[in-house]
Structure formats: structure tokens, C-alpha cells
């Protein structure tokens, strides 16, 4: 299965503005107004309902008050899923995130789920080495190709150790915004579903890597959906396709902002393959400087036998 059925979110218990990826995430801004746990969590819960709404199995884990994990909400970052029963452990840039990895989150999925093994990257990160998850990496999993927008979150080295391990083809280049600054994750400008690819390419400076991006895109049978550098601001590279449990087209999930950025041409594409699920998450966005899809971990292990 290329998209997954199951995801797992983690409800914050202290989601705050995080000075220390604040250094390279531009997207993330400092909010004083009060109330903004309560906007969070309710938030975090709509999207919850939006998405088991619309057919999808949630898992919900709580996350623990102590330590303070103000960037908790976005799991992807921290740990990935496979069919084969492997999950990855990954290592975090930012000395405040590494305790998002906790062995209580990883112990509640091996009781559900068939655990093969737990490969932990996490050492690397004495050698300011880092590879953040299904932020560094695009998995097209149908085609076994994975995609990295180089950068001080995404070590070069580790992500062709990583892509070589599961078995997939890397495909690494340079993103950068407007300002000529290097994109903090991959997802950000770049998204893969079932037929087609959102990416921004005008974030890929150089001609060979841009182009070896779209001839890889398009050997695989995707559509290119392009996006502009103002729409990566508002988030619209920030995409996931699952597909429900029941069966049926699959979903596309997306915050509100994105969806709205979206212009009439890049909607109807993408409802050619999809059904456009927005989530309307508008503090989390603004505070945290992630999206729709760094709150979705993807589950694709497989269950344990009754």
C-alpha cells in the first residue's frame, strides 16, 4: 500500500514558539496573544475528527507535560514506518526536539503492530549529523524513489544510508527560498501522490538537479503540479495523500491556508487524483512554521494477528 491508512498524531501538551528551530525555519512566527493552548488543542482535535470524518484511522498519543516538547505536534520529524515492519528513529537538529523521541510512543505501536525491528539514527547527532524524518525525506513509495532537499536538517550522507537501507533510489538536491536561504525541510516544497507531484521548482537553483528532479517525477508517471515560492510560504507544498480504510479515492490532506492558495488551474489537477481534505489549522501553522502534513505519521506497518 503507497498511501497509508492509518496515521498517528501526539495532542501537545506544551506547543509553543521554538527559538531553537527558529534558526532555520523562517516560517515560524511568535505569537503573544493568550488563549493559545485552548486554540491549539481545539485545533488539533477538529483535525482529529476532520480526518476519521473522511474514513481515515487515527491514533492519537498524549503527549507528557515534562520535559517542555513545544514542537511535539509534528511527529513526522522524529520516527517513520515500514511495511516490512522496520521503524526509523531519526536525528533531530535541534537539541530541545530530541526528546520528542519517546520509547512510550514506540511501545504503543509495537503492541498494536508487528515490530520488526527499530533502527535508532539517533547517534549521529554528536556528529551534527542530522536526517528529520518524512521532513527530509519525500518517499514515493509505489516507485521506491526517495527525494531530500539538502540542508543543515538533511545530511546528504545519512539520507543515501537511509534510502539505500530500505531500498530506494535517492533523488538529493538544494531548495531555497525567496531570499536565497536553504528550505528547512524537503515537504515544505514538495509533495507525492497518486499520479502527481506538487513541488516548487523554482527553489532548485541549479539546472541538472532541477532537472534530474522532473525527469525522475516523470519516469515514475507523475504529473508535475508546480507551485510558486510565495504559495511554499503559505504552506502548499505541504501535502499528504492517505487513503481511506474503507476503500475509495484517495484523500489529500492540506491545511486551509494551502487549499485557499491554491489557484483554479493546481486545484482542478489535483482533483483529478484526489479528494482535497483542509484542515483548518491556522495557530499551529503560524506558531510552529509546519503544516498539515508534519503533524501525520504515517503507520504502514502491518497489524498483529488477532
Known amino acids: 500500500m503507497p498511501f497509508a491508512t492509518t496515521v498517528l498524531l501526539v495532542r501537545p501538551a506544551s506547543f509553543g514558539f521554538n527559538a531553537e528551530t527558529a534558526v532555520s525555519n523562517r516560517y515560524q512566527q511568535q505569537l503573544t496573544e493568550t488563549g493559545l493552548t485552548a486554540q491549539v488543542l481545539a485545533e488539533f482535535d477538529a483535525a482529529v475528527a476532520a480526518l476519521r470524518g473522511r474514513g481515515v484511522r487515527v491514533r492519537v498519543f498524549d503527549d507528557a507535560p515534562e520535559p517542555a ?3 511535539a505536534v509534528f511527529p513526522n520529524n522524529w520516527f517513520t514506518t515500514h511495511a516490512d515492519g522496520r521503524l526509523l528513529l531519526y536525528p533531530m537538529c535541534a537539541p530541545n526536539r530530541r526528546a520528542e523521541r519517546q520509547p512510550e510512543l514506540v511501545a504503543s505501536l509495537a503492541r498494536e503492530f508487528a515490530v520488526r525491528e527499530v533502527i535508532d539514527l539517533s547517534g549521529t547527532e554528536q556528529e551534527e549529523r542530522f536526517l528529520e524524518g518524512t521532513g527530509s525525506i519525500i518517499f514515493d513509495h509505489a516507485h521506491r524513489v526517495a527525494y531530500a532537499g ?3 536538517r538533511t545530511d546528504a550522507a545519512l539520507f543515501e544510508q537511509v534510502a539505500q537501507r530500505l531500498g530506494y533510489r535517492p533523488v538529493a538536491f538544494r531548495a ?3 531570499q536565497g536561504q536553504e528550505i528547512y525541510h524537503t515537504n515544505v516544497m514538495m509533495c507525492v501522490g497518486p499520479g502527481f507531484a506538487v513541488i516548487c521548482l523554482d527553489s532548485i537553483a541549479d539546472a541538472a538537479e532541477r532537472a534530474a528532479v522532473v525527469a525522475s517525477l516523470t519516469a515514475t508517471g507523475h504529473e508535475i503540479v508546480t507551485i510558486s515560492q510565495a504559495q511554499v510560504g ?11 480504510e474503507a476503500g475509495g479515492r484517495p484523500l489529500l490532506v ?9 489557484n483554479p488551474t493546481q486545484r482542478q489537477a489535483l482533483e483529478r487524483y484526489a479528494e482535497l481534505l483542509p484542515l483548518a489549522i491556522p495557530t499551529i501553522e503560524t506558531v510552529g512554521g509546519g503544516s498539515a502534513r508534519c503533524m501525520l505519521a504515517e503507520i504502514f506497518l502491518p497489524t498483529k494477528p488477532a
Open 69 to 71: 516538547k513545544p514542537d
Open 234 to 244: 503559505q504552506f502548499v507544498g505541504n501535502m499528504l495523500a492517505l487513503a481511506p
Open 150 to 152: 539538502l540542508s543543515p
Open 254 to 262: 492540506m491545511s486551509r491556508q494551502a487549499h485557499d492558495a491554491l
Open 176 to 178: 531555497t527560498d525567496a
